[in-house]
């Protein structure tokens, strides 16, 4: 008979974990505190606002200003929102307006940035190991460029009469050319403003090297022993990147699809140099809607309530997004 | 128990560091100092270089007379300054004095931010007899001061000639009797090439420019825009105004497409060179002297002509200074206040490194104008145009009707994308509705 004699003190590793566990939680749990305080605080009282009509400028009730002359509205904001009628108030057109702007500015930016980091991933992929990170470096360098200093050199690009654009084009014409690429409100092509068009190419240009070396990443896990398989089994590249890497890379897709939409939704710094908002509010997205009702005209209840929208738009997005494009795929 | 203990140690350790974080900036100084110690007076202002030179001379002057106080001046970045304004006031760690642009002032003190000028330093009649009306206007708001102006924001009424340009076109810079005659001067001065506009003729299509000439002109053609807190402008006048606007641009003086706020904004246009007049306050030729030496030597100011009897414009009441109902040092404040502004010498003084046009109206007459006009030659023409400047009204938001209305429906007018009848009662409805 085998009789098991109980432990009277718990093992020396044991008490070890445990000091362990005590010494962390002591020490880091009132930086998590003071972290998260910092951080939900100012979320819920964003939130708070957008059921408030508030302005910094007036007075208000003693609890952070809610109340006073700066009063309850409830759902008054996101009613107005709704009114889809050519009288509805200034700021609720310019909601719809910056709704759909920032709509075709991400619906421009996903494809166009994948379009061009897929293939260049697998280009560079494919080059001499040596060069690999010299290739790497060139298209990330952009990414580590303020996006001010990126804004105001396209519009050195753009600019009507001393830009390099119109310059190379007036080279070909022979003449001067004066197109105001990212200010004339005349200038549409299939309904969507040129102005747009030009801002997305300075984004994507900044952008594209961030997908680059996650696509780049992704390609250099898939194991190579497929790729040979279907080069044995008489598959030329062409078929191999659309058959072979393209499904095995499409949580990374659906990664980068995410991010990328979710970034150009919160664009602002290079359209506030650039545009601006103008012409005639052909660029003026979501963020720089609420940044100038926000901090210019200081109705922050409004501006909340749309902050509060958007967030909406970009989950939603999102969801749509992580549905539509999970794969099954494993190897 | 040891868990409790931990338990207890780390609420109150975080509940310290959140509090001590709430706590915030220093409170306002101490008002009766112990015998020995000086009473602090906090100013906040924006960067301006000029501006922020002009306060520490005058802080500098005042503590040398009076060596129990010491002045501290706080300058912010522009767009940081307004937010943090608007954060530090409702949380009452303001400053003792703010300097604030005029069209802020009634939007602040009906938020009881601000305190009411002491009868003491200057009463209201007093107010209006000493200073400009325009400049004034501002600051007064339901029929009590709560602040003093310290410049003349102008931004309608005369224009930038570059003289230069003017020689090499054949063009005499001596003023134009009508608008008709300006247009012929004008037309001159504008390059085309194959059909792109390099440099043009009269470059009015920058923000402040197109909203404070629509509201001038208006008042030109004998409108009132605003009556007893209705804004109105879809009449006779307002055609007048919007017709006259694009006169220019039809006239070729201006292309609307390539010159406006985005692209060749008029301050900078003009000093490169790429528009030969341009609409923009006289604050613009110090910004840019430091770069643009040539072109500000030959800069000179031309009255605009005056399609009304008088050249009667809108202006905004400037930058100036106002006290905080919260300070505790308001008598002291006030008195740096009364100090910088009431006092003409030292008002001049300001207006003179700050390169700013006085508020008060004893500066542009005599010694004190010659002193201004020797610093400043294209100073001269504005000292008889200060007299027509009009108090541009108490709008809940101008920023919002001048930048966010009238520019850009303006703008689009000129552009082309809009008739005049459409402007008129777009502007007319989105600035209603801001009330």
Redesign the interface.
Same mark, same amino acid.
């Given at each position: 008979m085998i009789i098991k004699k109980k432990d009277s003190k718990p093992s020396k590793r044991t008490r070890r974990d445990k000091a362990e566990k005590?010494f962390v939680?002591?020490i880091i749990?009132?930086?998590v505190?003071?972290m998260a305080?910092?951080t939900l605080m100012p979320l819920i009282w964003g939130i708070a606002l957008a059921f408030f009509e508030y302005?910094?400028?007036?007075?208000?009730g003693l609890f952070l200003?809610f109340g006073g002359?700066n009063p309850f509205v409830g759902l008054a904001h996101f009613k107005n929102m709704l009114i889809f009628s050519p009288?509805a108030?200034?700021e609720v057109r310019q909601f719809h307006v910056g709704v759909k702007m920032t709509l075709l500015f991400a619906l421009l930016v996903v494809p166009l940035n994948l379009i061009l980091t897929l293939p260049l991933a697998f280009l560079i992929e494919s080059v001499l190991d040596k060069v690999k990170g010299i290739f790497r470096t060139f298209f990330f360098l952009p990414v580590l460029a303020p996006s001010v200093g990126v804004a105001i050199m396209w519009n050195f690009i753009y600019?009507?009469?001393h830009g390099l654009l119109n310059a190379i084009i007036g080279k070909f014409m022979g003449?001067?050319?004066?197109i105001?690429w990212?200010?004339?409100?005349?200038l549409v092509i299939g309904g969507i403003p040129i102005a747009i068009i030009a801002i997305v190419l300075a984004y994507v240009w900044q952008d594209l090297g961030y997908n680059l070396v996650i696509f780049i990443a992704a390609l250099q896990a898939i194991p190579q022993h497929l790729k040979d398989a279907a080069r044995i089994d008489g598959a030329n590249n062409w078929q191999i990147f659309t058959r072979i890497v393209i499904p095995l890379l499409t949580p990374t897709i659906m990664l980068t699809v995410i991010l990328t939409t979710i970034s150009a939704f919160h664009v602002f710094d290079i359209i506030q140099v650039?545009?601006?908002g103008?012409?005639?509010?052909q660029t003026k997205v979501l963020l720089l809607n609420i940044y100038?009702y926000a901090?210019?005209?200081?109705r922050m209840g409004w501006a909340a309530a749309v902050s509060l929208v958007m967030f909406l738009l970009i989950f939603s997005v999102s969801l749509v997004q992580t549905k539509l494009l999970r794969s099954e795929w494993e190897y | 128990m040891k868990k409790k203990f931990?338990l207890i140690?780390?609420i109150l350790?975080?509940t310290s560091?959140?509090l001590s974080?709430c706590g915030g900036a220093a409170a306002p100084s101490e008002s009766a100092a112990p015998a020995g110690k000086k009473t602090t007076v906090k100013i906040w202002t924006h960067q301006n270089t000029a501006f922020l030179s002009g306060y520490s001379a005058l802080a500098d002057k005042y503590m040398k007379l009076h060596p129990d106080i010491e002045i501290i001046i706080e300058s912010f970045d522009y767009?940081t300054f307004?937010?943090t304004?608007?954060?530090s006031?409702?949380a009452k760690t303001e400053a003792d004095i703010l300097t604030l642009f005029g069209s802020w002032v009634c939007?602040?003190s009906? =938020?009881?931010?601000l305190a009411t000028v002491p009868e003491s330093v200057i009463t209201v009649p007093e107010a209006e007899e000493k200073f400009f009306n325009s400049a004034i206007g501002g600051y007064a708001c339901d029929g009590r001061l709560y602040g003093i102006p310290q410049e003349f924001n102008i931004e309608y009424g005369a224009v930038l000639v570059n003289t230069n340009l003017a020689k090499e076109a054949g063009v005499a810079v001596d003023g134009w009797a009508d608008w008709d005659e300006f247009i012929v001067d004008a037309k001159k001065l504008t390059v085309v090439?194959?059909?792109?506009?390099?440099r043009a003729g009269f470059n009015f299509t920058g923000s402040d420019g197109i909203a404070t000439m629509f509201h001038s002109l208006y008042l030109q053609y004998g409108g009132q825009y605003l009556t007893d807190g209705t804004y109105t402008v879809n009449t006779p006048e307002g055609k007048k105004t919007l017709e006259l606007m694009k006169r220019l641009v039809d006239e070729g003086l201006v292309d609307p497409?390539?010159f406006?706020?985005?692209?060749?904004w008029v301050g900078d246009s003009y000093f490169a060179e790429?528009s030969a007049i341009g609409l923009v306050g006289p604050w613009a030729v110090p910004e840019y002297s430091g770069d643009y030496p040539e072109v500000a030597d030959a800069t000179v100011y031309v009255p605009l002509p005056s399609v009304g009897a008088e050249p009667v414009f809108a202006a905004a009441s400037g930058w100036g200074m106002s006290v905080s109902v919260n300070s505790k040092v308001q008598d002291v404040a006030w008195d740096f206040v009364k100090f910088v502004t009431l006092d003409a010498d030292n008002a001049l003084e300001w207006n003179i490194a700050s390169g700013t046009l006085p508020a008060l109206k004893e500066e542009t007459t005599g010694e004190k104008a010659a002193e201004l006009v020797e610093k400043f030659p294209f100073f001269e023409p504005f000292l008889d145009l200060l007299q027509y400047g009009v108090f541009e009204g108490h709008f809940p938001?101008r920023?919002?009707v001048w930048?966010?209305?009238t520019y850009?429906r303006v703008?689009?007018f000129l552009? =082309?994308?809009s008739t005049s009848d459409e402007t008129l009662e777009t502007i007319q409805?989105?600035v209603r =509705?801001?009330f």
């Open positions: 005590q939680n002591s749990s009132p930086l505190i003071y305080f910092w302005s910094a400028r007036r007075s208000g200003g002359d009288d108030p200034l600019h009507p009469q003449k001067l050319v004066g105001n990212t200010g004339d409100p005349n650039m545009t601006d103008g012409p005639a509010g100038d901090f210019r005209y200081q | 931990l140690t780390t350790i975080s560091l959140i974080a767009d307004i937010q304004l608007q954060t006031l409702p939007s602040y009906e =938020g009881g931010y090439q194959d059909g792109v506009m390099t497409i390539l406006n706020d985005e692209e060749n790429t938001d920023d919002f930048y966010e209305v850009p703008l689009e552009q =082309g994308i409805t989105e =509705g801001s």
